[in-house]
């Protein structure tokens, strides 16, 4: 079984600032298949990178994905209000089993 | 577009079971592209996949939930249901019902709102 660990656990940043939050497999896995969502409190989660580096629709450009092995990053180069949120990897496996991180809260500083 | 919306009792007496069911709008259930899944968040904790089926009936579980639960597929009502046996306190959790674009983005892309079941005496 493969355990995502995200990283930190909180990020304390301003606005206008970039937020870079990471998310380590416990072994190689395929970037075809790690992606990246957003939850904003009350809200359910909302796609935001999908394999790995691709941008989903109606995604702002400052959202953007990197990495492949174990070691990958959710980047947000300057952030706005509405970024402050809880952030969570995905990622699937050959055996057919889904496997999120346990999250990384950005909030405000 | 696509809509998903969970609904089901949102209060369950531990030891029973927990039924939701998921209905599809702006597209078909059927439709060879997708999966639909199930994931659940307790309060104040992170996301967890419970399990997904497609529509031919073919269903994948969480191993640490496996023996307890089920989903099924109504292709005549656009709807998926997932049933939890034997429910606990910890079983209490905001539900999410999900698409999952196994051939294209290849994940979990469209949500519902989700719907907190609380398991409680």
């Known amino acids: 079984e493969i355990v995502l660990t995200q990283s930190p656990g909180t990020l304390s940043l301003s606005a206008g600032e970039r937020a870079t939050l990471s998310c380590r497999a416990s072994?190689?896995?395929?970037?075809?298949?790690l992606a990246w969502y957003q939850q904003r409190p009350g809200q359910a989660p909302r796609l935001l990178i999908y394999?790995?580096?691709n941008t989903a629709t109606g995604i702002p450009d400052r959202f953007s994905g990197s990495g492949s092995g174990t070691d990958f990053t959710l980047s947000i180069s300057r952030l706005e209000p509405e970024d402050f949120a809880e952030y969570y990897c995905l990622l699937f496996s050959s055996s057919h089993t889904w496997t999120f991180g346990q999250g990384t809260k950005v909030d405000i500083k | 577009q696509l809509q998903l919306q969970e609904s089901g009792p949102g209060l369950v007496k531990p030891s029973e079971t927990l039924s939701l069911t998921c209905t599809v709008s702006?597209?078909?259930?059927?439709?060879?592209?997708?999966?639909w899944g199930w994931i659940r968040q307790p309060p104040g904790k992170g996301l967890e996949w419970v399990g997904d089926i497609y529509y031919t009936g073919s269903t994948y579980f969480n191993p640490s939930l496996k023996s307890r639960v089920s989903i099924s597929v109504d292709i005549s009502k656009n709807q998926f249901s997932l049933e939890v046996t034997s429910v606990t306190a910890a079983d209490t959790a905001v539900y999410y019902c999900?698409?999952?674009?196994?051939?294209?983005?290849?994940?979990?892309?469209?949500w519902g709102r989700g719907t907190l079941v609380t398991v409680a005496s």
């Open positions: 702006g597209g078909s259930i059927s439709s060879s592209r997708y999966y």
């Open positions: 999900a698409r999952l674009d196994y051939y294209g983005v290849r994940t979990f892309d469209y």
């Open positions: 394999g790995a580096f």
């Open positions: 072994q190689s896995i395929s970037s075809s298949y």
